[in-house]
T-cell receptor, first 113, second 111 residues
Framework: DAGVIQSPRHEVTEMGQEVTLRCKPI?????LFWYRQTMMRGLELLIY????????DSGMPEDRFSAKMPNASFSTLKIQPSEPRDSAVYFC???????????FGSGTRLTVV | KQEVTQIPAALSVPEGENLVLNCSFT??????LQWFRQDPGKGLTSLLLIQSSQREQTSGRLNASLDKSSGRSTLYIAASQPGDSATYLCAVSKDGNKLVFGAGTILRVKS
């Protein structure tokens, strides 16, 4: 299995632009999570899906952030408009079942200038 | 609100030493606890998962213990190697889904 696949690996964009981050979970995993990692705040859960349905989006910082999971093999995290304070590493993770561990992707390093 | 604290924040040891990383959490009503490893510029790798009903888990040179009632976990690394150098993260979950992470311990093993 190729693991959790995220794209792009790096994204540099100008303030005000729309940014879309992509994630392909491991086949057969029915839970998908989006985390953000910064030096100041560490790792924070933004949103998670179970069977493609958003379960908890209480970590989404603002309405500028949105996430979708149109099918079991694909999810997107969109920021519109982007701001410099959104600069961080965004991780996607998937899990087969809550009794099993997470598998994390390699992350997308986002820089908003 | 669950808070997770990891001590020490950084640790430097010579190769071959046995070492212990500590994790504490404020709310003992957890479903499970996980230890992860993160290499610079990389994602997280799951090391050990301990269910709330378990006391410890072992994988190779790694052993993680859990004392749920006192809100503590330790990660023991035996015979450390330079390849063990990384950031080690502890995370707890109340429902088996949402993870709350500690800030991590940066480990450097010197050859």
């Amino acid at each position: 299995d190729a693991g959790v696949i995220q794209s792009p690996r790096h994204e540099v964009t100008e303030m005000g632009q729309e940014v879309t981050l992509r994630c392909k979970p491991i086949s057969g995993h029915n839970s998908l999570f989006w985390y953000r990692q910064t030096m100041m705040r560490g790792l924070e859960l933004l949103i998670y899906f179970n069977n493609n349905v958003p379960i908890d989006d209480s970590g989404m910082p603002e309405d500028r952030f949105s996430a979708k999971m149109p099918n079991a093999s694909f999810s997107t995290l969109k920021i519109q408009p982007s701001e410099p304070r959104d600069s961080a590493v965004y991780f996607c993770a998937s899990s087969q079942d809550r009794n099993y561990g997470y598998t994390f992707g390699s992350g997308t390093r986002l820089t908003v200038v | 609100k669950q808070e997770v604290t990891q001590i020490p924040a950084a640790l430097s040891v010579p190769e071959g030493e046995n070492l212990v990383l500590n994790c504490s959490f404020t709310d003992s009503a957890i479903y499970n606890l996980q230890w992860f490893r993160q290499d610079p510029g990389k994602g997280l790798t799951s090391l050990l998962l301990i269910q709330s009903s378990q006391r410890e888990q072992t994988s190779g040179r790694l052993n993680a213990s859990l004392d749920k009632s006192s809100g503590r976990s330790t990660l023991y690394i035996a015979a450390s190697q330079p390849g063990d150098s990384a950031t080690y993260l502890c995370a707890v979950s109340k429902d088996g889904n949402k993870l709350v992470f500690g800030a991590g311990t940066i480990l450097r093993v010197k050859s």
